[in-house]
Structures are given as C-alpha cells and as structure tokens.
C-alpha cells in the first residue's frame, strides 16, 4: 500500500509540473502575442499574417512560385465557423463522455 501511494504521489507531481509548464507557456505566447495555436490545431488554417512572420522562407517560395492565391482563404462566414465550433464541441464530448464513468 506504501508504495501504491508513494507511486500516486510521484504521478501527481509529474502532472503538476506538466500543467504549470503549459500554463506558463501559454501565458509567454499571449504576452507576445502570439496566435494560440487552439485554432490552428482544429481548423488547419493559419493567418497569413501570422504566416509571413512564423515562416518568412516558405511564405517567399510560395509566392515567388505564383501560389499564394491558391492557398490564401478568405474570411470564413459565421456559419462555417459556427459549424467548426460545433465539431469541436461534438468531438470533445465523444471523448470525454466515455471516461466519466471511470472518476
């Protein structure tokens, strides 16, 4: 039992840290403001002018190679984004809605 609970303790810490680290880097990137990357991971899409500052060389080649236009979306409308946020929330609850009963 000792060791269950010294293993628990150990587990907790490791899961602390982990989170203050993130937490602290988020924070870092907001004070540079920076984008969050929340966005990108779920949509795929980046500002360009986030682009151009995040990824000078690459944002060059393409528009030296003619295909910035090809590549550049423009504004969404609210009702794509509002079908976005509803795929995240529905993905997040097909995820957590099966680990309840294991609290």
């Known amino acids: 039992m000792a060791t269950a609970g010294v293993l628990h303790r150990i587990g907790a810490v490791i899961t602390f840290g982990y989170f203050a680290f993130h937490i602290f880097n988020l924070a870092r990137k907001k004070r540079r403001k920076r984008l969050s990357l929340t966005k990108f991971i779920f949509t795929g899409h980046i500002p360009l002018e986030h682009f151009k500052h995040e990824r000078p060389r690459e944002y060059q080649e393409i528009k030296e190679a003619g295909e910035l236009d090809k590549r550049v979306l423009r504004k969404s409308?609210?009702?794509?984004?509002?079908t976005q946020r509803l795929q995240v929330n529905k993905t997040a609850?097909?995820?957590?809605?099966?680990?309840?009963?294991?609290?």
Do not use: M, V
């Open 77 to 82: 409308s609210p009702k794509r984004k509002r």
């Open 93 to 103: 609850t097909r995820i957590t809605w099966p680990l309840l009963p294991l609290q």
